[in-house]
C-alpha cells in the first residue's frame, strides 16, 4: 500500500504542496502518512480552490463530482457546479498537427476554411469555427495534444489517495476505490469523442419525434461522421445565444415574449421529461450554456460529454415517487427509496420514515408552483446518505440533472411550475409503463402466460396434492439471520449442560463424603470438588466475558 504518496513523484508533490497551503488538515496527514481521525471534508471554497490550483484535470473532476449530490451535501454540488477550467488555448501549429493525423490527410484537403483562433478552450479540448468543401460551417472540437498522458497519471495518483482512504471506515462506507475507478473511467471517456458523437446521434434521433412537444422546434447538432475520430469532433454549426441570454421578441406570438418564454420553457422541460421517462436516456448537463435560443426560434441542446441512463424500473420508481412527494406520502416514499437502493445496513423504518415526515412537513402549506423539485430530491439523497442507504449513481446524476433543468428553467420563466408541466404526460406516461409502447404486443404476451399458466396449473396442483397425501411435501425455508440465533441458542444450551454436570460433579462428591472416610474416599471427593470448582469457575468467567451476564 502506499505509504509516503507525497514523495513518489514531482506530481505527486505538488499536489501535497497545495493541499498543505490551502489547510486540508486531513488530507495532509493522509499524504505524509500520518493517521487519519475521522474523514473531514474541507469547505465547499477550499475544495473549489484546491481543484482549481491542481489544474484543468482536477477541474473536471470537481465537474464529475457536482454530479453526484448522492455523496455530496448540497452546498458543495452548488460549489462544484461553478468550475470552469481557465486554461490558455494550444498554439494552432500543435492543434493542426493533431488535426493532420486524426484526419490522415492535410487540414485545407476537408476544410475550405478554418479559423486558427479556438472560440472556446477547455480543459479536455478546444473549438474551432471552420467551413467544409461543401460551404457547411461546423464546429471543430480537437482534443489537447498529450492529455490522454496527463490524465493517465493524475487518475493513478487519483487511485492511490482512494486505497489510502480505503483504509478508514469512511472509505469502506462509501467504497472509496470504486468511485476512484468510477471518475477515472469517466475521464477517460470524455478522450473518445466518438463516444460523444454516438451519444449526440442517439439524443438527436429521441428528440426528432414525440407526442408530448414539437419535434421541430427543438434539435440536436448533427455529427459528421466522416471527420469524426476519437480525438476530433465535427458537428454542425448553430447560429445562437445561449438560452438566459438571448432576447426573446415574441415575433410569431403578436409581441407576447412572456408567451413565447412560456412556450419555450414547456418545451424544453417536455423534452427532458420524455429523455428521464421514456428514452431513459438524457442529456446530463443542461447548464445555461448548452441550451441556445437559435436565431431561427428553435432550442438547441449542446454538448452531449455528459449523459445518464435509467432503466426501465428506475424510470417507474421514480415517477411513483415524485407522486407520492406530490401527496406528502412519507410511507410511500420510505417503501421507493429503499426499492430503488444498491444495497442498505438494515435502517430502521420507522426513523427513516419519520424523516421523511419531517421534510415532507416543510411542504404543506405551499402551493406546487413553489415545491422545487430538485432540492427535494436532494433532501432524499442526502436522507440516504444519513441512514447508510447506497443509492444508485444515475439516481445523482438524475437529480443533479433536474436541478440543472428546474434552475435554468425557472430563471428563464419565472412563473414556471414544473407540476404543471408533468401533469398532462402522466396518462402517457402511465400507460406506457403498463403496456409498453406496443400495447398489441403487451396483451398477446400476457395472453401467452396466461394460457401457459392455465395448462401448467391442473398438473402442479395435481402433484401438490400427491406430496401432501403421501407425506412426501418438503418445505425449504430461508430465515434471514437466522445463523446468530442458531448460535446463541447452541452457546446457551452448551452452558445449560455444562452447569448441569458441575452440579453433578458437586452433589456426587456431597454424598461420597457422607459416607465411610477413608484416606482413598477423601482424595476422591477433594477430587470432584476441585474438578467441579475448576469447570465453575471457567463457567462464569466465560459467562462475564461474553458481555450477556444480565
Known amino acids: 500500500m502506499i505509504s509516503n504518496l507525497a514523495q513518489t513523484s514531482s506530481r505527486q508533490a505538488q499536489i501535497a504542496e497545495v493541499v498543505f497551503r490551502n489547510g486540508w488538515d486531513y488530507m495532509r496527514r493522509l499524504l505524509t502518512g500520518g493517521q487519519p481521525d475521522q474523514p473531514n471534508l474541507p469547505t465547499p471554497a477550499v475544495l473549489r480552490n484546491i481543484l482549481i490550483e491542481l489544474g484543468p484535470v482536477y477541474v473536471k473532476l ?40 486524426e484526419l490522415q490527410q492535410p487540414v485545407e484537403n476537408v ?14 479540448a478546444q473549438t474551432y469555427r471552420a467551413t467544409l468543401k461543401s460551404g457547411q460551417e461546423v464546429a471543430v472540437k480537437v482534443q489537447r495534444p498529450g492529455i490522454d498522458k496527463v490524465i493517465e497519471k493524475d487518475i493513478a495518483i487519483l487511485r492511490g489517495l482512494g486505497e489510502l482512504v480505503a483504509l478508514t471506515d469512511f472509505g469502506e462506507d462509501y467504497d472509496i476505490v470504486a468511485l476512484a475507478d468510477e471518475f477515472g473511467n469517466a475521464l477517460r471517456a470524455e478522450l473518445d469523442f466518438t463516444k ?207 436541478a440543472n433543468l428546474e434552475g435554468v428553467a425557472r430563471t428563464f420563466d419565472p412563473q414556471l411550475n414544473l407540476l404543471e408541466e408533468i401533469k398532462p404526460l402522466m396518462t402517457d406516461l402511465f400507460q406506457r409503463q403498463l403496456f409498453g409502447d406496443n400495447p398489441l404486443e403487451t396483451v398477446l404476451r400476457t395472453a401467452l402466460d396466461v394460457k401457459s399458466l392455465s395448462l401448467q396449473s391442473p398438473r402442479q396442483v395435481e402433484q401438490l396434492l400427491d406430496r401432501i397425501t403421501s407425506e412426501t411435501l418438503k418445505w425449504n425455508i430461508t430465515i434471514r439471520d437466522l445463523d446468530p440465533l442458531r448460535r446463541s441458542l447452541d452457546d446457551s444450551a452448551n452452558r445449560l449442560s455444562f452447569s448441569i454436570v458441575v452440579a453433578a460433579l458437586i452433589i456426587g462428591a456431597a454424598i461420597v463424603t457422607t459416607g465411610a472416610q477413608t484416606p482413598q474416599v477423601t482424595i476422591l471427593t477433594n477430587a470432584l470438588f476441585g474438578v467441579a470448582s475448576f469447570f465453575g469457575l471457567w463457567l462464569i468467567i466465560s459467562i462475564l466475558r461474553s458481555g450477556r451476564l444480565k
Open 62 to 101: 470537481g465537474q464529475l463530482l457536482s454530479t453526484r449530490p448522492d455523496i455530496l451535501p448540497a452546498d458543495y454540488i452548488d460549489t462544484l457546479s461553478t468550475l470552469q477550467a481557465q486554461v490558455p488555448p494550444v498554439p494552432w501549429l500543435e492543434v493542426e498537427g493533431l488535426l493532420r493525423q
Open 196 to 402: 460523444e458523437a454516438h451519444h449526440t446521434e442517439s439524443l438527436r434521433q429521441n428528440l426528432s419525434e414525440s407526442r408530448w412537444f414539437d419535434s421541430e422546434k427543438i434539435m440536436v447538432p448533427k455529427v459528421y461522421w466522416e471527420m469524426t475520430t476519437p480525438k476530433v469532433l465535427v458537428l454542425e454549426w448553430l447560429v445562437g445565444k445561449p438560452i438566459l441570454t438571448a432576447k426573446i421578441e415574441g415575433k410569431n406570438y403578436n409581441g407576447d415574449a412572456n408567451a413565447e418564454r412560456q412556450d419555450i420553457s414547456t418545451l424544453v422541460c417536455r423534452a427532458f421529461f420524455k429523455q428521464f421517462y421514456i428514452d431513459g436516456f438524457f442529456h446530463a448537463d443542461p447548464h445555461p450554456g448548452n441550451i441556445f435560443y437559435l436565431d431561427d426560434g428553435r432550442v438547441a441542446l449542446l454538448d452531449c460529454g455528459m449523459v445518464g441512463r435509467l432503466d426501465p424500473r428506475s424510470q417507474r420508481i421514480l415517477t411513483e415517487l415524485l407522486l407520492a412527494i406530490v401527496d406528502l406520502d412519507a410511507q410511500r416514499c420510505t417503501q421507493l427509496t429503499l426499492k430503488i437502493a444498491e444495497s442498505a445496513r438494515p435502517p430502521s423504518l420507522a426513523k427513516v420514515e419519520n424523516q421523511y415526515a419531517t421534510m415532507l412537513r416543510k411542504y404543506y402549506n405551499l402551493s406546487l408552483s413553489e415545491i422545487k423539485f430538485s432540492e427535494v430530491f436532494y433532501e432524499i439523497l442526502a436522507l440516504a446518505r444519513e441512514n447508510k442507504i447506497k443509492l444508485p449513481s444515475n439516481l445523482g446524476l438524475y437529480s443533479k440533472t433536474l
Open 111 to 124: 476544410f475550405a476554411e478554418i479559423n486558427t483562433q479556438a472560440v472556446a478552450a477547455g480543459s479536455i
